[in-house]
């Protein structure tokens, strides 16, 4: 059923995708953009399942008891997203840390969910913080720090075309915080 459904959606997206090639002055029936509506629905909608998923349900799957640990941190998570502005593609690592209150997440899915909130329509901003605010509010951790470090290629292949050009954000929680030094471990450990 739930196939359908994404097959339903995927072919309206197609017959956009070929509207855009007229538009744009192309021939959609040109031997070479024949099949690019469907494979460009496609891409998008993979791009985009994000929302189609729940990143605390994908958490909490994975979510056990312990007490050791004074920062848990995993580094450089690759992520890609598309730009909400321009719907061009934004790509990058994000590391996040974590300071346990008793609970611990398995590592993987800590990278299922930068990529689940990656997959959708974004700004780089509002992706650190949603991530930072999510393992803070499944784990419980007494405090949360995310860095996301990224490219965009709104700025590489269209306005300003600043091609060597990257965007750090970070965003932090509950210890990290209110802790100098806390954050400084973590940015220490990222080098």
Do not use: W
């Amino acid at each position: 059923m739930q196939q359908q459904e994404d097959n339903k959606v995927i072919e309206e997206i197609a017959s956009h995708f070929e509207q855009i090639i007229k538009l744009v002055g192309e021939n959609p029936e040109r031997e070479g953009l024949v099949k690019t509506p469907m494979r460009a629905a496609k891409a998008l909608y993979y791009a985009t399942k994000g929302y189609r998923e729940n990143p605390s349900e994908m958490l909490n799957q994975a979510i056990f008891e312990e007490n050791g640990s004074n920062i848990v941190i995993v580094k450089d998570i690759e992520f890609y997203s598309l730009c909400e502005h321009h719907l061009l593609p934004f790509f990058g690592t994000i590391s996040i840390g974590y300071i346990p209150d008793g609970k611990i997440v398995g590592l993987s899915k800590l990278a299922r969910l930068v990529n689940s909130l990656a997959r959708r329509f974004q700004v780089q901003e509002r992706l650190t913080v949603e991530v930072c605010n999510e393992v803070l509010a499944i784990l419980g951790a007494k405090g949360v720090i995310v860095k996301c470090n990224a490219q965009h290629l709104c700025m590489k292949m269209r306005g300003v075309e600043k091609q060597d050009s990257s965007t750090t954000t970070f965003h932090c929680a509950g210890l990290f915080a209110d802790n100098a030094d806390l954050r400084r471990d973590f940015f220490e450990s990222l080098s």
